[in-house]
Structures are given as structure tokens and as C-alpha cells.
């Protein structure tokens, strides 16, 4: 039996609701209408025939969408169907470099940038039709360059104003690099999501003999950016907080950056215990490696690492190797992004499954209801240490 999301149900939807997968995300698209599917059937036997809005029970809410490619590289949308009145949900993963197209003869890799211009291709290709326009982005385009150092642009402001520009009324993200950036569309919804009781829950169900107290476990942020992030899960956890410093080479520019140097411990005794490393995202795995290292270097037991994304951009055979090394015990990565299927074999790694939140989140916002229940899962977080015996405090 499907699982009941919720009391917003007894609200009226916004308008009918339809998905629509861009390229590389229809898996989880799939998995998202199977849950409303179910909770909506679910909720419709106990009610009588007439008191149940015209197409609110569906035996799918796919919307379909192809992007169309010639043989230029140039693209257009199509979408199959009407979707005047809907309340539309598109979802895009614009790291799914599994993507491929043909070009002037050569099977090319979809770009983040090609990605973000199919989505706008579908935008248009509804043409206003829509009652309301909703995005989902699990890991935001340009996320990392929203601010700016000198003659730099600002791409992650710049792509949300375009969203807007093109009637986009929600935009929702995961664990975003700094929700500040929401300071360029102040007049259009926007929420950072954590995925903290998903990864919670993942390190309760995967590691059986995890102590959560103060003398047995401790946070740990890689960088003070992620400060917030890991200062949640230790009052979540109510266990101690350690914090690394990058310390950054400014003279010197690679791969669009400025290398770290060397990352600095702040922070009480980690001898003995077992550590959570919270991070945002994995890239080349360079810094979590090193962090890694320092931990077991001051003495840490075990060492789990908790990232919304996984990139891995430079392969796994580093990852492969500090494992071996004994540097890392773990690592959990949602499912929101590309997975390769390589990386889902390795021994050290975890794939957090995601779309049953993705589906409260559509659901909830069709009905137009509150999302502070969901944004902020403490109570669920607290219930499910409870249920699985642990005591806090």
C-alpha cells in the first residue's frame, strides 16, 4: 500500500499536474510519478465518486518531451501533448554527461550548458500555455560561480534571471553552494533543499554499529563555507563540531580555480572516534581525499562522507586507491544527479535514493501548500534515531 503523504491533500491543486524529464532525467521522473501515482489512488478510495477533481487521479503524470537534434549540433523541443491549464514540473540535471548526441558524424557529450538550453527549449515549447512553470534542478547550473572576483561573470544569476524571464514561477534546488544567489529572482520562489534525513538515514541503515554521542562520533566540515550544513546535522546528531580551513594559493589559477594548499584543523580531539565528513559536492575528490588523510593522521577511527553530489570529474581510480589505503570508510551521494554505473559497484559507495522526497515536494506545491515541514526535517530526523534506538543527549 502506497504511504499517505499528508493532510495537504484534502487542499484543491493548483491546476492538473504534469512532469516533464528532460534528457538524462527520466529514471527519476519514473520513480517521482510512481509515488504520487500511488498516494493519489490511495487517497481516492475512501472518498465518495463526486467529491474528487476531474483528472486529479491519473495512471501517469508524464508529460512527454523530446529534444531534437541536427546534425549542426542545433536542437529544438516537441512537446506530444497539450498542456494548457497545468501546473508543470520539469525536471533537469544539467550533469549528466551519460548524454550523448550526434554531431557532424561524432557522438558528442551533453555540456551542462546544452542541458540548460534544452531546458529553456522545453519552456518555450509550452509557450505560455501552462498555468504555472516549475523547475527542479538538483544540482544548480553555474551553482559555483555566484560570485564575483575581479572581470568574472556571473553565470548562476544571470541563468536564474533567464528562468524568470521566461515565466518560470518556482525554482527548486538541492544543498545549493550559497542560496544567497536567490538575492537576483526576489520575486520568484526559490528553495535550497537538504537532504540531511535521506543521508541520516543511509548511515543508520548502513553502518549497524554506529554510537551517535559525544564520545563516539563527530562532524566534521571540509571548509568553512559548509559551516551551516554540518553545524545542522551536529545539533541534529547533538554531537561535537570540527572544522577544516583551506588555506588557497591566489597567485595561481588552475582548472578555473584557485588551488588549496593545505587544509587546516580547527577543532576538538578526534583520537579514537568515528567522523562524518558533510560536504555539498565531490569534484575531482582531491580535497576529500586530503581531508580524509588528515583525520586518519589525527587519529580518527572511522570516516564517513556524506556529499548531495557526487561528480567524481577526474575518475574513480583516486577514490579507489585512498580506499584501499584505508583513508575513508564510506561515502554516501544522492541520486539527484548522473550516477555512472561504474561508480555504483565500488565497495566505499552508497547511492542515497531521492525521489520519494522529489515527490512530496511536487505534490505539496501542487496543492499549493507549505513547504517548511519538508525543508526542515528535524521531527523525522529525531523519530527515526528514536525508532532505531539511539539516545541523544
Known amino acids: 500500500m502506497a504511504e499517505n503523504p499528508g493532510d495537504y491533500q484534502e487542499s484543491v491543486p493548483h491546476g492538473q499536474l504534469g512532469i516533464i524529464a528532460l534528457p538524462g532525467c527520466e529514471r527519476m521522473a519514473q520513480q517521482v510519478d510512481a509515488y504520487i501515482t500511488g498516494w493519489r489512488k490511495e487517497f481516492v478510495k475512501a472518498r465518495p465518486k463526486g467529491d474528487i477533481l476531474r483528472r486529479y487521479v491519473n495512471d501517469s503524470y508524464l508529460i512527454e518531451a523530446r529534444i531534437d537534434r541536427f546534425r549542426t549540433g542545433e536542437a529544438k523541443a516537441v512537446i506530444t501533448q497539450s498542456v494548457r491549464g497545468y501546473d508543470l514540473f520539469l525536471l533537469c540535471d544539467c550533469f549528466n554527461w551519460g548524454v550523448r548526441y550526434n554531431m557532424n558524424g561524432e557522438m558528442r557529450r551533453t555540456s551542462p550548458d546544452e542541458h ?230 565500488r565497495p566505499w559507495h552508497v547511492s542515497v535514493r531521492m525521489s520519494k522526497y522529489i515527490a512530496y515536494l511536487i505534490d505539496t506545491l501542487n496543492h499549493d501548500m507549505s513547504l517548511s515541514k519538508l525543508l526542515n526535517p528535524a521531527d523525522r530526523i529525531q523519530r527515526l534515531l528514536v525508532e532505531r534506538g539511539y539516545r541523544l543527549g
Open 116 to 345: 540548460f538550453a534544452s531546458l529553456k527549449r522545453v519552456i518555450s515549447a509550452a509557450a505560455g500555455k501552462e498555468l504555472r512553470l516549475n523547475v527542479i534542478m538538483p544540482m544548480l547550473y553555474e551553482g559555483r560561480q555566484h560570485w564575483r572576483s575581479g572581470r568574472e561573470s556571473l553565470d548562476c544569476a544571470v541563468a536564474l534571471q533567464e528562468l524568470v524571464h521566461l515565466g518560470v514561477k518556482n525554482i527548486i534546488t538541492f544543498d545549493a553552494h550559497d542560496p544567497r544567489v536567490q538575492n537576483a529572482i526576489p520575486n520568484c520562489g526559490f528553495e535550497s533543499v537538504p537532504p540531511a534525513y535521506q543521508m541520516i538515514k543511509a548511515i543508520v541503515n548502513n553502518v549497524q554499529d554506529i554510537n551517535i554521542d559525544k564520545d563516539h562520533l563527530m562532524i566534521i566540515t571540509p571548509d568553512e563555507g559548509g559551516m551551516k550544513r554540518s553545524i545542522y546535522y551536529s545539533h541534529m546528531l547533538q554531537v561535537d563540531l570540527g572544522m577544516f580551513y583551506k588555506r588557497r594559493d591566489y597567485s595561481v589559477v588552475r582548472d578555473g580555480r584557485n588551488p588549496i594548499s593545505a587544509h587546516e584543523f580547527l577543532g576538538g580531539n578526534v583520537e579514537g572516534k568515528d567522523v562524518i565528513v558533510v560536504e555539498d559536492m565531490i569534484d575531482s575528490g582531491d580535497s576529500i581525499i586530503d581531508v580524509c588523510s588528515k583525520l586518519k593522521e589525527l587519529g580518527a577511527d572511522r570516516v564517513f562522507v556524506c556529499a548531495s553530489f557526487g561528480l567524481f570529474s577526474m575518475g574513480l581510480e583516486r577514490m579507489d586507491a585512498a580506499y584501499k589505503a584505508g583513508l575513508f570508510d564510506l561515502i554516501f551521494t544522492g541520486d539527484m544527479i548522473y550516477t555512472p554505473p561504474d561508480l555504483l559497484e
